[in-house]
């Protein structure tokens, strides 16, 4: 019986190999959340208002909030791409 050792196999890069160690056991440090994505915008309706300016009034806070919804959504997959979630820059 010949016993083989193989220098190579199952070895990796140190450096590599500490860096992610490190990373898995620092914890992960997320921005805070742009002000923008918590503030709710209301559509001014008032009591007494014609139905058609209700509406145009509601259907501009819900364009401007979609908008919002948005600007927020690219904020986190720019986030999500980036080295805090380990992606390859």
């Given at each position: ?13 140190p450096l590599q190999d500490a860096a992610r ?10 921005p805070d959340l742009p002000s923008a994505c ?52």
């Amino acid at each position: 019986m010949m016993l083989t050792f193989c220098a190579s196999c199952g070895v990796g890069d140190p450096l590599q190999d500490a860096a992610r160690r490190k990373a898995q056991a620092a914890p992960l440090q997320l921005p805070d959340l742009p002000s923008a994505c918590r503030e709710k915008i209301g559509s001014g309706v008032q009591l007494g208002d014609r139905l058609d300016v209700a509406l145009r009034k509601t259907d501009h806070a819900l364009v401007r909030q979609w908008a919002r919804v948005d600007d927020c959504a690219a904020w986190f997959e720019k986030l999500q791409s980036s080295a805090a979630f380990g992606a390859q820059k």
